[in-house]
């Protein structure tokens, strides 16, 4: 009997997972000696309920944060937020300008052309991960294949 509750559990914890979808994840290089660089991807959420992306990590720097930019007038303020809503049946982008990761204490600059690995913890879904290309210093946008 605990074999099969087992087995319903993780096969909900699957279903959950599969309504997340993260796509395009990308990062921009950086310059030598470069101790924080920015993270951007888009979140599919195709189920009935909303989930929130409560944390992210990587290997490749001591922590991650999810920052938020906002306009005050003229000034443009970035700030940091505990978690990031991702709607029911709907899309969360993390872009240039916007909302984005950043990732903080670099273990080495970030090199064009190299990929690593972003964990993202979500309160429905658990844990994705997801691979990250390194595009050029100056990419402003996606790049679709």
């Known amino acids: ?3 099969i509750a087992t087995l ?5 914890f699957s279903a959950l997972a599969a309504e997340i979808e993260v796509r395009q994840p990308w990062a921009r290089a950086t310059p030598p000696g ?3 660089a920015a993270g951007y991807l888009e979140i ?3 189920g009935k309920e909303a989930d929130r992306l409560l944390w992210a990590s990587t290997p490749v720097a001591k922590r991650v944060e999810m920052h938020i930019t906002q306009r005050d007038g003229e000034v443009v303020k970035m ?6 809503d991702i709607p029911a049946g709907g899309t969360r982008k993390l872009e240039p300008g916007g909302t984005h990761l950043m990732l903080i204490e670099l273990a080495q600059p970030l090199k064009q052309g ?6 993202l913890r979500f309160e429905r879904a658990g844990d ?4 990250v290309e390194v595009r050029a210093l100056g990419a402003r946008q996606e790049h679709r294949h």
């Open 128 to 131: 994705l991960e997801a691979d």
């Open 44 to 46: 599919r959420n195709s």
């Open 79 to 84: 700030r940091e937020v505990k978690s990031l």
């Open 8 to 12: 319903l559990f993780f096969l909900c």
């Open 1 to 3: 009997m605990k074999w």
């Open 34 to 36: 470069a101790k924080v």
């Open 114 to 119: 190299e990929r690593f690995r972003l964990r």
